[in-house]
């Protein structure tokens, strides 16, 4: 919040402002005209399929990590279930029994075999879903950049037709807008998934 409040106060800020405003102001112009139907919108069939894989990776990895979290949930209730119990069977264990010797050995190891297997599961499972699961917030934002470049394109695309239409052409607004449509095309060329 800091940083935007200083680059607007400092020397060409409201300028970078304006231009930031000029821009989401024209992808939402060029939405509204793309649902109206009034601009023919750039479709990326390869690009969506990608967009859609992700999403049913992010549900799946999402449910996943749910159910996860419940099983180790489980797991731990488990454990303090059966420590319970062979704390029980201890207290009720008579020493003069045969075996008496060799309970309280059986418990311990029943507890260490347990917490063992709750510390592989949350380091090798939880962990590693965690780190998975981080990943999708930042393919979201590439993709929504994608999205809005795609929009950029688009609305360039329409300003480039509406000077080559126009009465008097401006030869060199046409080469600025080409310029536009250039860069906007070879990145979606470099890029063409993510």
């Known amino acids: 919040m800091a940083e935007s409040k200083a680059s607007i106060s400092s020397k060409g800020g409201a300028n970078v402002l304006a231009k930031r405003m000029q821009k989401q102001f024209n992808r939402a112009q060029e939405k ?8 023919e919108e750039t479709k990326d069939e390869h690009f969506e399929h ?18 996860l979290k419940a099983y180790l949930n489980a797991v731990t209730v488990m ?6 119990l062979f704390q029980s069977l201890y207290d009720a264990y008579d020493d003069k029994w045969d075996g008496a010797e060799d309970l309280g050995p059986v418990v311990e190891g029943e507890e260490l075999l ?14 590693t879903m965690e780190s998975y699961m ?9 993709v929504a950049k994608r999205n809005r470049k795609l929009v950029d394109y688009d609305s360039t695309r329409h300003h480039l037709t509406g000077l080559q239409n126009a009465k008097k052409k401006d030869d060199i607004k046409i080469g600025k807008v ?7 095309f070879h990145t979606f060329l470099f890029c063409p998934c993510l």
Not at 32 to 39: A, F, I, N, Y
Not at 50 to 67: A, P, S
């Open 79 to 84: 454990r303090d279930a059966s420590n319970r």
């Open 32 to 39: 509204v005209l793309q649902r109206l139907g009034k601009s």
């Open 114 to 127: 347990w917490k063992d297997y709750e510390d592989k599961m949350h380091d090798q499972a939880l962990i």
């Open 50 to 67: 990608c967009v859609t894989n992700l999403q049913y990776q992010q549900n799946d990895g999402y449910r996943i990590y749910k159910d």
């Open 134 to 142: 981080s990943q999708f917030p930042d393919v979201r934002e590439k």
């Open 178 to 184: 080409l310029y536009a449509i250039f860069d906007l």
